[in-house]
């Protein structure tokens, strides 16, 4: 028996999601986001089945999640669009990597280090990362004497959408196709334009996903919808985490379990011993909240879930109530509901979040086995 909780990822899953997606937006080019350690799904081995599944981009946040690709085998186009101050660019030409640029300075920088082609971020009202409407016009003069020079290619334009409404998205839509046209004007012309992420792609239609579509949390399997689960979309969620239980203990009515006896027995009971805990990214606040699957059931976690450790309850040894447990069973905190397990949805609902922070946080030391 391992001790061990275990994350399973359906590779046959993300590829099934990939073929799904590329449908839906076709025909945009489909780019898969595997930042945050593949919404922590594991960035190489995810990247690699994406790879597989026919999509033509990948996307990550900064050049050390890029690089960790590329040294995992990965050979798609890599886009990475946050970096830190003074970043030379030099690891972007040795590695393959394609940067977006946010500034004047990181343009220069990827022209001084011979980056071949870089796309321009631009910020149309997220205010986070990309150059705002007042740094346009020096950054396109820029780029288009660099593109002329031969020096470097603008491959592409891309902005992100903050989904506060259709109508501010349709500002920010606006406002980045206004830029494709100022660049247009200077004999710029990149091929990418992107914008949407999945809610945007799968809501806005054509005209909203322009070239490209960056799908982070659709092609794991989850809604980026509250009112539509990932079977509506046609996708299927690609990983389960699972637990052994390492310990069966019968308390009776009254008693408490866990630091500051947050929940007593109400009556005579049995408690399963999980190891998994905050330290493995469950979030604390799950505690008294949140159920698993074990035994067929669906059983409460009881008590506060600890650093390591958690205890669900699985009532009596015998009557209705009674979870047939044996140790080393498996507990599903979430999967696949059509397998019936508790989703990552359930425990983002049960958590007030949303299921990107329920993967994203999960711990990197966690084993994944990719079936
Ligand atoms: C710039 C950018 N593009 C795309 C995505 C993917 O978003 P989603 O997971 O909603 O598809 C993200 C994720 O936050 C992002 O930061």
């Known amino acids: 028996m391992t001790?061990?909780?275990?994350?399973?990822?359906?590779t046959g899953a993300l590829r099934h999601n990939v073929a799904i997606l590329r449908e839906a937006?076709?025909?945009?080019?489909?780019?898969?986001?595997?930042?945050?350690n593949a919404y922590g799904h594991g960035a190489v081995d995810a990247a690699l089945a994406f790879e597989e599944g026919g999509v033509d981009w990948l996307g990550v946040v900064d050049l050390d999640e890029a690089v960790a690709l590329r040294r995992g085998g990965v050979s798609l186009p890599v886009l990475s669009w946050l970096h830190a101050p003074g970043e030379t660019f030099e690891?972007?030409?040795?590695?393959?990597?394609?940067?977006?640029?946010?500034?004047?300075?990181?343009?220069?920088?990827?022209?001084a280090a011979g980056v071949p082609a870089v796309h321009l971020c631009l910020d149309t009202g997220l205010s986070r990362n990309g150059a705002v409407e007042s740094e346009w016009e020096a950054l396109f003069d820029r780029a288009a004497i660099l593109e002329q020079s031969g020096l470097l290619r603008v491959e592409g334009v891309m902005s992100h959408l903050s989904n506060t409404s259709p109508q501010e998205d349709g500002h920010q839509l606006a406002s980045l196709v206004s830029a494709v046209g100022s660049l247009g004007e200077r004999g710029v012309n990149p091929p990418l334009q992107h914008l949407a992420a999945s809610a945007a792609a799968l809501s806005y239609g054509v005209a909203g996903r322009l070239t490209l579509v960056r799908f982070g949390l659709a092609l794991y399997g989850l809604s980026p919808f509250p009112d539509r689960t990932p079977e509506d979309l046609g996708i299927r969620p690609a990983l389960t985490l699972s637990v052994p239980v390492i310990g069966v203990k019968a308390i009776p009515a009254g008693e408490g379990t866990s630091y500051g006896y947050t929940w007593r027995a109400p009556r005579d009971t049995r408690l399963a011993l999980l190891p998994i805990g905050y330290a493995d990214g469950i979030e604390r606040i799950a505690s008294n909240r949140a159920s698993v699957l074990l035994g067929g059931r669906l059983c409460p976690v009881v008590g506060r879930?600890?650093?390591?450790?958690?205890?669900?309850?699985?009532?009596?040894?015998?009557?209705?109530d009674s979870v047939a447990v044996s140790l080393g069973d498996e507990a599903v905190l979430f999967g696949d509901a059509a397998a019936g397990h508790p989703t990552a949805a359930d425990w983002a609902e049960a958590t007030g979040t949303i299921a990107y922070e329920v993967v994203a946080r999960l711990s990197h030391r966690l084993p994944r086995r990719y079936t």
């Open 25 to 36: 937006v076709a025909p945009a080019a489909v780019m898969a986001v595997v930042k945050a």
């Open 91 to 111: 690891r972007a030409v040795r590695f393959e990597i394609t940067p977006a640029v946010s500034d004047l300075a990181q343009l220069e920088a990827c022209a």
């Open 3 to 10: 001790r061990e909780a275990r994350l399973t990822i359906d």
């Open 305 to 320: 879930i600890a650093m390591n450790a958690m205890t669900v309850d699985i009532g009596p040894d015998r009557g209705a």
